[in-house]
């Protein structure tokens, strides 16, 4: 089941990649059915928040018409940098997929790990690894692209 969610987070990315913007995407499900979906648009509003975990959790919120997302999990291509990993601390997302890590800039087990600190009132499970290669992969080859364009 892991991998059909995480698929669809993929063809977000991948909607991300093809607007030239770094392809993260993410999706939210809900006892079994997925109630967001998004992908970083940070170039295109020219809004530093605009990654996809927030966009994916601001839509969650409208459609369950509250702030809290219990009984959800989000999926997503990359792992959370700290802005997103707060945001979804603070949201009570149950549990976060995460497809590849991020060495450089990740929250949430790379350089620190806010969703599992149990020094918050709420912790995030974390599963991570799940379809890495292909989650890898394609932001490897987008920076590979946008290093040979320049």
């Not at 987070?9 to 967001?36: D, F, H, N, S, T």
């Not at 990654?51 to 999926?75: F, M, N, P, Q």
């Amino acid at each position: 089941m892991k991998e059909i969610y995480m698929q669809q987070a993929l063809l977000e990315a991948k909607k991300a990649m093809e607007i030239e913007e770094v392809p993260i995407g993410a999706v939210i499900v809900r006892k079994g059915e997925i109630i967001a979906r998004a992908h970083n648009l940070r170039e295109t509003s020219k809004d530093p928040t605009s990654h996809a975990e927030i966009l994916a959790i601001r839509k969650a919120s409208e459609v369950l018409g509250g702030w809290r997302l219990t009984g959800c999990d989000l999926y997503v291509t990359v792992e959370p940098c700290p802005m997103c990993a707060g945001a979804i601390m603070l949201s009570r997302i149950d549990r976060l997929v995460i497809g590849t890590m991020d060495p450089k800039g990740g929250a949430v087990g790379s350089i620190l790990n806010i969703v599992e600190d149990e020094r918050f009132n709420h912790q995030t499970e974390v599963i991570r690894g799940i379809m890495q290669e292909e989650c890898a992969t394609m932001m490897k080859e987008f920076f590979r692209k946008l290093r040979k364009r320049k």
